[in-house]
T-cell receptor, first 114, second 111 residues
Framework: EAGVAQSPRYKIIEKRQSVAFWCNPI?????LYWYQQILGQGPKLLIQ????????DSQLPKDRFSAERLKGVDSTLKIQPAKLEDSAVYLC????????????FGPGTRLTVT | SQKIEQNSEALNIQEGKTATLTCNYT??????LQWYRQDPGRGPVFLLL?????KEKRKERLKVTFDTTLKQSLFHITASQPADSATYLC??????????FGAGTRLFVKA
């Protein structure tokens, strides 16, 4: 089966600009996650979707970050406006209802904010 | 607040030896604990899950223990190979929806 797809792989923007990341989970996976991974740290959950509903977005900086999962399939994460501290790798993961706790990760998008 | 501690220093071992990585957690009681492997420039890859009622779990050369009294999990790689070099992340989970990852331990296996 195809894995989790993410694009772009790399993005460089200036602070105060906006950026969007796209994720296509494994087919049939109902749960989709967005993580932020800062260099030297573990992934931090930003938002979790179950189908097209939000399960947890407690750590999403809602003043600048937004995410949607239309039709319960692919998802977009947006940052507007970006800050220097947003420089990180943004990982998308998905899991099935049958093996909820086994997450499959995409390759990530490395964001550099200058 | 919930806290996860993994060896911050890299672990260097010789090929063929057993690598042992430690994961300690405080201020919560996970129902299960996962271990992931992460290579540079890639997303984490799921390796093993152990539940609170399981003391030990094995998969090929991997072995994980889970001591809820000590609030600790140990991750062993036996007969280690240079291809095992990576960062290993532990992720205790209370059984709810949120997975919290540790910062990971970098493992280097020398030929």
């Amino acid at each position: 089966e195809a894995g989790v797809a993410q694009s772009p792989r790399y993005k460089i923007i200036e602070k105060r600009q906006s950026v969007a990341f796209w994720c296509n989970p494994i087919s049939g996976h109902a749960t989709l996650y967005w993580y932020q991974q800062i260099l030297g740290q573990g992934p931090k959950l930003l938002i979790q979707f179950q189908n097209n509903g939000v399960v947890d977005d407690s750590q999403l900086p809602k003043d600048r970050f937004s995410a949607e999962r239309l039709k319960g399939v692919d998802s977009t994460l947006k940052i507007q406006p970006a800050k220097l501290e947003d420089s990180a790798v943004y990982l998308c993961a998905s899991s099935s209802t049958r093996t909820l706790y086994e997450q499959y990760f995409g390759p990530g998008t490395r964001l550099t904010v200058t | 607040s919930q806290k996860i501690e993994q060896n911050s220093e890299a672990l260097n071992i010789q090929e063929g030896k057993t690598a042992t990585l430690t994961c300690n957690y405080t201020n919560y009681s996970p129902a299960y604990l996962q271990w992931y492997r992460q290579d540079p420039g890639r997303g984490p890859v799921f390796l093993l899950l152990i539940r609170e009622n399981e003391k030990e779990k094995r998969k090929e050369r991997l072995k994980v223990t889970f001591d809820t009294t000590l609030k600790q999990s140990l991750f062993h790689i036996t007969a280690s190979q240079p291809a095992d070099s990576a960062t290993y992340l532990c992720a205790p989970n209370t059984g709810g929806f949120k997975t919290i990852f540790g910062a990971g331990t970098r493992l280097f296996v020398k030929a």
